[in-house]
């Protein structure tokens, strides 16, 4: 593993997490009995690229549809399922950078502190992990030096403007092809019905989703007394008022919220974690790691 330091390395969090392993949910085969990466590739697993036909190949695998639209031979190479491919997908909206007076950091460090324990894990077992946000992507791999690659995206997430969270999944459509474990890290305050729409879609493609939906606590009860300029994060501009004319409509709005990308997850059946950035991140990976498999 790469010996590279960084603050999202939190030393604690890893020892408290020990052996324990990220594992794809539904799967048997080779995950909960071996946990680790099968550098073969067979034909009794997932289909994942087309290659051409060398003398000695199998012509079982031969794609017979192919071959009569080009006049070449092509035969179907297999991915093995259990290669674990694993994908953070990192909010770096604006209204991440948010810390209330009882938080210890952002929701943004919270996250990615939280991200980049699971992506250690995930390279320390031997399998594959990327990463991506808005503007960038990682693509997934399992070298022992990529843990680098992974630190350095984390570490330099946006914090303005607009999550993204759309265009984070059409990407892992277009570019994560195959099935892969994928992991959201959002306030989800941009998770509009065409966000919570494509989760359903990847959900119906196979991916494994789960969604890590993190607060301030001080966006759950707004705790302001005084006259207040509350400050859009995501370019909305300000809004001076007493937060007592605000806080009963606020709160019904933003429970709301909640409520409907939550039920939204459990419909579709995925992964759902929300939590606080001033809880416990070990019992946050915990509760992910043990019910993951």
Not at 5 to 14: A, G, V
Request: aromatic share 8%; charged share 30%; with cysteine.
């Amino acid at each position: 593993m790469s010996r590279y330091q960084s603050k999202l390395l939190n030393p604690e969090l890893l020892e408290s997490l020990g052996n324990m392993n990220v594992k794809a949910r539904g799967l048997v085969e080779g995950i909960i009995a071996g946990m680790h990466r099968s550098p073969h590739r067979g034909g009794s697993v997932e289909f994942a690229e087309y290659s051409e036909y060398t003398p000695g190949q199998e012509l079982r695998h031969i794609d017979w549809r192919v071959y009569g639209k080009s006049d070449k031979y092509y035969v179907k190479q297999f991915q093995d399922e259990t290669n674990l491919r694993v994908f953070l997908v990192m909010d770096g909206s604006g209204s991440m950078g948010f810390q209330g007076e009882t938080a210890p950091w952002t929701k943004l460090e919270c996250v990615s502190t939280l991200a980049a324990a699971i992506g250690y894990l995930v390279l320390k077992q031997g399998d594959s992990v990327g990463a991506l946000h808005r503007d960038a992507f990682l693509p997934a791999s399992s070298k022992r030096t990529h843990l680098e690659d992974l630190l350095h995206l984390l570490e330099n997430l946006p914090s303005s403007g607009d999550a993204g969270l759309l265009k984070c999944l059409e990407t892992i459509v277009e570019r994560a092809k195959g099935r892969a474990r994928v992991l959201v890290f959002s306030d989800m305050l941009d998770a509009d019905e065409d966000v919570l729409t494509m989760l359903k879609i990847l959900k119906r493609r196979r991916y494994d989703l789960s969604v890590f939906h993190v607060h301030d606590p001080a966006e759950m009860d707004l705790p302001y007394e005084n006259l207040t300029i509350f400050e859009g994060m995501e370019e909305d501009g300000e809004l001076l008022a007493e937060p007592d004319d605000l806080r009963d409509e606020y709160l019904k709005a933003i429970r709301a919220h909640i409520k409907r990308v939550e039920s939204a997850c459990h419909e579709s059946n995925i992964e759902y974690h929300r939590f606080l950035s001033t809880d416990s991140l070990e019992n946050v990976a915990l509760a992910f790691l043990r019910g993951s498999a």
